[in-house]
Nanobody
Framework: QLQLVESGGGLVQPGGSLRLSCAAS????????MGWFRRAPGKQRELVAV???????TYADSVKGRFTISRDNAKNTVYLQMNSLKPEDTAVYYC????????????WGQGTQVTVSS
């Protein structure tokens, strides 16, 4: 069984930055994809960014140029550096792990709240 533990959420002013981390433990297989979804109140789930264990990345158009996803394969950890944050980035961010992205997802984290507000 695989577990994902997120950290790094919080309250930040518009234009500010936050860094999310997600550490995976348990049954981890390579190659794999790790990344982030988010869900804002009253909105549908949105894929934010995904990174393959080989390094290729995918971003939502809404975050391109502002967010950067990276990973440390030795630590089974994925990071999301979020810059120039906007109020519309406010959401619960969920870490994901998948061996068959985008067809299916194997595991989700508990979620971490990101609030962008003055």
């Amino acid at each position: 069984q695989l577990q994902l533990v997120e950290s790094g959420g919080g309250l930040v002013q518009p234009g500010g930055s936050l860094r999310l981390s997600c550490a995976a433990s348990g049954s981890i297989f390579s190659p794999n994809f790790m990344g982030w979804f988010r869900r804002a109140p009253g909105k549908q789930r949105e894929l934010v960014a995904v990174i393959h264990s080989g390094g290729s990345t995918t971003y939502a158009d809404s975050v391109k140029g502002r967010f950067t996803i990276s990973r440390d394969n030795a630590k089974n950890t994925v990071y999301l550096q979020m810059n120039s944050l906007k109020p519309e980035d406010t959401a619960v961010y969920y870490c994901l792990y998948s061996r068959r992205f985008p067809t299916s997802y194997d595991s989700w984290g508990q979620g971490t709240q990101v609030t962008v507000s003055s």
